[in-house]
């Protein structure tokens, strides 16, 4: 079943929720070799973003996407705001007009947001960042959609990558971002932007399965 | 009218502390903190960025200077929505926040352009030399005197040697009242110790570094159509302390 603007809507919601669960969680990791505000950053983005979206009325999948963009760009300080931010304006802007997401629309958004964070952030693969979450899950998600799959497969096959990439990140040495200022002693630890990325993956499938 | 300037920082204190640094050497410069969040907490706050950025551009431009990489993409957000028009003379510096927005502000209140600004401000990394000393600077050096001493040899370079008068010597507020003032002649103008002035007289941060103190003795090498009356008038206000005791 293609993803409807309300399915969006519900998916801001379902991250929301999984964000303020797992707000500790953030914390923890961004302590280790951060600023310990992930979690704090992201749980207040996304209550804004619900509150904004309360106040509005959405037509499509595009205008719940750049709805969150403006609130998390607005609300939150920390690199989150802009990163997460350009990823959701960038994905509003690569389903625009459109009512309802195919399969290859949903890999589009997936990739224009991957495309987003890299400019804004200007990490590279293995800096240790969301953005290796991200790319797993874009090449995942792509080949799930040639393969035929429906958006429950894709984003299955997204939420999976990102979780490796995630896992990923552990033995790595950050080169990006505050935690790059930690050098070997950022290894040994889960990036927390690969962890928000791979819990946002996980929710949009979890989502799709629900409904399936 | 000059460029702006646009501090964003995590910290509401930290932007404010630079901007009240920067404003005491740069009066006429519009110097906007853009420090944390609306509520104060840490972090950088789109909103406000681009509020400063409004309040900074009187039309010459802006330039901004951050803290840290997040900050640097809030700006870049910022840049991006604003109309073509303003974005034109808008720039991000890549530079050390509180050196660079010395730089950057001593520059603007001179009235350079926002490029030249913005160079001023990614000149603070020390990466590159101010532009090179005159050949044989250091080697055609005078004999340290008393006072001020004059020679004018025939190339044209015109040097002096004052004994600064003020207790201090050279600190942030002189070398600022160095470089607004060389900024008027065309002339270049190089100051240090005797016989090794090579700090460019246009780069506050290459005359506060060379630390010379109150009582001490300071070059002063001028090139150029007007060299003659910008080493004098660094000369004259050596001598009178800077208005300083």
């Known amino acids: 079943m293609p993803v409807s603007t309300q399915d969006v809507l519900d998916l801001v919601r379902a991250y929301a929720g999984v964000v303020a669960e797992n707000r500790d969680y953030l ?30 009325t959405s037509a499509t999948p595009s205008d719940v996407l750049k709805s969150v963009a403006t609130s998390l760009i607005t609300k939150v300080g920390g690199a989150a705001g802009p990163l997460y931010g350009t990823a959701f304006l960038r994905a509003a802007t ?7 997401l195919e399969p290859t629309d949903v890999v589009a958004a997936i990739t224009a947001a991957r495309d987003g964070i890299v400019a804004r952030g200007k990490a590279e693969p293995q800096d240790k960042t969301m953005v290796d979450a991200w790319t797993p899950a874009v090449d995942a998600a792509g ?57 946002l993956l996980r929710a949009a499938a979890d989502l799709a399965g629900r409904e399936a | 009218m000059s460029v ?14 630079l901007r009240e640094l920067a404003a005491q050497m740069a009066p006429d410069v519009a110097v906007v903190a853009a420090g944390g969040m609306e509520d104060g907490e ?7 960025v681009l509020a400063a950025v409004a309040e900074a ?56 352009s926002v490029d030249a600004v913005a160079a001023a401000a990614t000149s603070a990394w020390g990466r590159e030399a101010e532009g090179p000393p005159p050949a044989g600077a250091a080697a055609e050096a005078p004999t340290p005197a008393e006072g001020a001493e004059s020679a004018e040899p025939a190339d044209g370079t015109v040097r002096e040697v004052v004994t600064l008068a003020n207790s201090l010597g050279i600190h942030a507020r002189p070398a600022a009242m160095i ?18 002035a090579t700090a460019d007289a246009r780069s506050v941060l290459s005359v506060v570094a060379l630390g010379i103190t109150g009582g001490q003795e300071m070059e002063v090498v001028g090139r150029g159509p007007q060299a003659r009356e910008a080493v004098d008038a660094v000369v004259d206000m050596a001598r009178d302390g800077f208005g300083e005791e």
Do not use: C
Request: proline share 3%.
């Open chain 1, 27 to 56: 914390i923890q990791l961004d302590a280790a070799i951060g600023d310990a505000d992930h979690g704090e950053n992201m749980d207040r983005g996304m209550k804004a973003a619900l509150v904004k979206l309360d106040g509005e």
């Open chain 1, 94 to 100: 690569a389903v625009q007009g459109k009512d309802t």
């Open chain 1, 143 to 199: 080949a799930a959609a040639s393969d035929g799959g429906g958006v429950r497969a894709v984003l299955e096959a997204a939420a999976d990558a990102a979780e490796q990439g995630m896992r990923d990140t552990i033995p790595w040495v950050a080169r990006k971002g505050r935690a790059s200022y930690l050098g070997e002693r950022s290894a040994g630890h889960q990036d927390p932007g690969a962890t928000s990325t791979a819990l």
């Open chain 2, 4 to 17: 702006g300037l646009v501090l964003v920082s995590h910290s509401a204190r930290l932007a404010e502390g």
């Open chain 2, 42 to 48: 840490v972090g950088t706050s789109f909103d406000l």
């Open chain 2, 57 to 112: 551009d009187g039309g010459d431009g802006a330039v901004l200077l951050y803290d840290l990489g997040s900050a640097l993409m809030t700006a870049d957000l910022v840049l991006e929505v604003l109309d073509d028009d303003q974005r034109q003379r808008v720039r991000v510096a890549d530079a050390p926040l509180v050196e660079g927005a010395l730089a950057a502000a001593t520059t603007a209140q001179g009235g350079a």
């Open chain 2, 179 to 196: 470089v607004k003032e060389v900024s008027g002649y065309d002339a270049e103008v190089l100051v240090g110790p005797p016989g090794e």
